[in-house]
Structures are given as structure tokens and as C-alpha cells.
């Protein structure tokens, strides 16, 4: 899992949703809903729950703690 390092920062005049702790910086306009997708590469959120779960053991809120780097061999980027 990859750290969040920063939350909702300003990079050159535009607002950035994450910095990673490997220096990859998320963009809403790379997220589909699903992943983030950085030069082919998708970085999917991991989350944690927020608060007391609930009888069945889940959580009202969840908050995003770090990203986890998916490859694919199609899209790997060498030396990354």
C-alpha cells in the first residue's frame, strides 16, 4: 500500500486530489470511479471504516487511507 502523503493540494494552478508517498499525484480527472489512472497505470483506494459498524459489521462512512498500485502486463511501465 502506498501512504498518502497529501490531501486536496494546490500543483501548478491546479487542485490535486492526492501526492503518493512514491511522488504520484492523483487528479479528479483520473478517477473513474473506480481507480485512478496514471499513465495506464490504475492505483485503486484502499479504505477504512469510520465510526462503530453497524449489527452486520459494516461501516455508515469509509475514509481512503493509501492506494494500492495495480500492474497489468500490458501496461506496465518499465522501471516502475
Not at 511522488?23 to 473506480?34: C, F, I, R, V, Y
Request: charged share 35%; net charge negative; glycine share 8%.
Amino acid at each position: 500500500m502506498l501512504e498518502i502523503t497529501k490531501r486536496n493540494f494546490d500543483h501548478v494552478r491546479a487542485l490535486m486530489d492526492y501526492e503518493l508517498e512514491d511522488g504520484t499525484m492523483l487528479h479528479a480527472s483520473e478517477w473513474n470511479g473506480e481507480c485512478y489512472t496514471v499513465e495506464k497505470v490504475p492505483y485503486y483506494p484502499i479504505y477504512r471504516g469510520v465510526g462503530e459498524p453497524d449489527e452486520d459489521g459494516d461501516y455508515e462512512e469509509y475514509e481512503t487511507i493509501g492506494f494500492e498500485r495495480m500492474f497489468r502486463p500490458e501496461n506496465q511501465i518499465e522501471g516502475k
